[in-house]
């Protein structure tokens, strides 16, 4: 196919830029799973390297064509250095210059670690939670954190009707807070595990062991307690405006799960 | 431990039915992730069977301590050799009945098989769509279709600026609807195919792929075009009352992908 | 660009077909992730329709620059609607002489579902195993077929060392075969569910919740004790050359898992 | 259940200790899927702080009840902090002394993230490759490393047989190799990136963009193509003793995927 002249002399047009006559605005348009190495605030050294896959949306007003892909990583080269959750809404403001746009999200998702101490033998070692941040900037900032908690689920049901043993298994406890005043993602995780049937450990001897299973059957939960006995903490917190929390348990008697949610 | 007789007489206590005291109504309780094979309407051939990943809910008032989940199996039992869509309203009705709730919840999400013929050769083969139902009962019935749609997707920014070729990709089109009137899983698929650079094919000979290649060269689009072209579309047809479009693009020049979206 | 007069004329070049001057041959070239339905044989009811994902390879001798992916999927359209596990070497020797190939090489997975009563109230629910065969024909024919089964399985170690309950947890035993006489994915998942804690069942009663939970843990064993358990049922079946076997277990108390294979 | 009074007195028996009289040994036994944060060598920065998946294994001699699974962790712990890459022949070691046993495996994966300049207007950004190694210890020392990377192909086929315009898309080169003398994960996504159409890049500006999108028009490539060209780069490499390729190209054109191996 011929080009005319403008392609050879490299003064290329502004696609994106060019006016759009279909009157129809998009709600987000942007970037998603980029991986980025990013640095996140931890409560006891301060902060953390960790690698996080990151989404980036603008809104689009009904009379562009289009937005431009390549700022939202440029926005990243910025601040992928500093601690991200200090900088999230100045990231937020950056993009919305950069796009001309009046709304801009970001969705974060990163393994964050925390050393933990085996309940008995007081062996410590390094345990993995997925971490979430989701924040938004239109009139006013929005943000939100999020963690996903494995912990053991022993069944009520089964330990009363059964003469010895109980079915437990590994059930995740997703948590989400919209909050006023910083909550630590530590803090998020210390009240989900104080909701379950017994928490989880990367490293267990013998007497840490047997402590974990006694402790389960000491404590059955159905997932709809923990949702209970979570919100029922969260409600208290003063810090905490909203929350989502949803329990899914890897039932070990069925191959399909169990679940339960509620938001407030 | 020991166990009171009454466990060896086999009269087993019923812990959900327990009264709770936490005073803590929960959104969604259920079975997650169940695989079950079913039969779906099919426009041309009256019914396909196919195999659907399900999750059942209810809410759950205050005072119950948990729900019967092995009842949400019982209900697929009784519905499953029926055609689905023609039956949602009844199995959610039976569901809020068996677990006594106010509101009853079902997702589904099965592969959904069209025959598709090549554009120039005419050969025909199947395709695969990966289909979704949400419907919901509370005072009112609702019910949402959606279907994944993969498409190409040719950047007209990239076809402008080069003398010669433009980057194109597999590209994601997630369309879900709310309608009055019924639509079909292939007129959802039909709107959604005629919104992008081109459509995909099972089997192409080299007649075909000519066809496809020149076609995709001559409708470039970015996903914030698809997103455009299908939300008039959609708000065209009477039978839609609400609609949410996602489309994501496997950038061939990224590692990242391209989005956009728009609900109404 | 310029295109020579032949590409009107529409008499396309075969490129695939030109001579390769690269002196390299290729192990495997074909199509991955596509999804069939096809009729597999059925121990009970003849046959079952399922949706399979599927995977065709040929060899490439050093000569050809590429092989003609579409005649893949001609070969699926022709057979699709057959039989399919009776059909395999005829489908690998179709796919040879289409593809003038001297290795032809096919994958399927598929869910395949099996009617199971529950251990004590007998009431019979659909359960879903994912399944594979796995063949390819050189100068001989191979078949391979495997599942995976889901299974209870409770740790002998925290049963022994606690004053009560033990922890226990949904794991996944995959087992490949290697036949010279044909053997039922029923006869597969009934040896592998023999050699478990407890099997899993898609709707259990009270009753039946009961029997699972004291069977599972009058049968504690470790993910070591399941290889051990079926690869000795396995080496006295006269109908089994050579067998694959992986266990991993979803442990309730860690965040990883525990695995253990063991292939003769 | 009544225990007897050794529980009580704390002396906790070692059941995986226990002789196992089955005369079953088991191949491979251990833990899968722990996330840690590890230090691996980097051709530019010395060292990169990335977050791994790891597994890790032993044989199992047929007179051994069980392994060990707590001592991976605890080898983990020791380790994690220098650089893994130096140290893997130490901890294999390590892992077999603790684990009393003959043969020992590991296999990490990581993101590993390389500052890439666009091609003309040389903005330098973050790009992520999937990284891996296995190594394993019996008698001998057995290392390889591998690497997902994603790349451009653009179809030869489809170019020469259209007027205007050819199919192309992200697809993914996953190269393992097996050394004698140290080749950097660097080096091997170099020969990776110039065996194929065009590489990808994080961040293109217009210029940029053009020159990709022309030069994958100008090196059109089947996934045969670029099996032959990555082979003919490894083989001349004295470094590599063998080595497995396999392209997998997620065609725009169609729902499924081209796909072809080589390994020598």
Chains 1, 2, 3, 4 share one sequence.
Not at 20 to 35: A, C, E, P, Q
Not at 51 to 78: C, K, W
Not at 148 to 156: A, S
Request: net charge neutral; with cysteine; proline share 4%.
């Amino acid at each position: 196919m011929r080009k005319t002249n403008i392609y050879k002399t490299k003064i290329f047009p502004d696609i994106q830029n060019q006016t759009d006559s279909r009157k129809v605005s998009i709600d987000k348009v942007g970037v998603k799973n980029i991986k980025y190495p990013i640095i996140v605030a931890d409560k006891h050294n301060k902060c953390q390297p960790t690698i996080a896959e990151i989404n980036l949306f603008v809104d689009l007003p009904h009379h562009y064509r289009g937005t431009h892909m390549s700022r939202f990583v440029e926005v990243l080269n910025q601040y992928h250095k500093e601690n991200f959750i200090d900088n999230l809404e100045e990231i937020l403001k950056e993009i919305k210059n950069r796009l001309k746009a009046d709304a801009a999200y970001l969705e974060l998702s990163f393994p964050y670690f925390i050393i933990k101490k085996a309940p008995v033998s007081k062996i410590a070692s390094s345990v993995n939670y997925d971490c979430y941040f989701r924040a938004s900037l239109k009139d006013v900032f929005e943000f939100w954190i999020g963690v996903k908690v494995p912990v053991t689920t022993l069944c009520p049901c089964s330990k009363e009707i059964s003469d010895y043993g109980a079915h437990n298994q590994r059930s995740i406890v997703s948590v989400w807070v919209h909050y006023t005043e910083f909550v630590w993602l530590e803090d998020l995780i210390e009240l989900t595990e104080q909701s379950c049937s017994c928490d989880i450990y990367p490293l267990l001897k013998r007497v840490d062991e047997k402590y974990v299973t006694e402790k389960a059957y000491d404590n059955p939960m159905f997932v709809e307690d923990i949702v209970r006995e979570l919100s029922i903490k969260l409600s208290k917190d003063s810090r905490i405006m909203h929350y989502d929390i949803e329990v899914e348990s890897y039932e070990s008697i069925h191959n399909h799960n169990a679940f339960a949610k509620k938001s407030e």
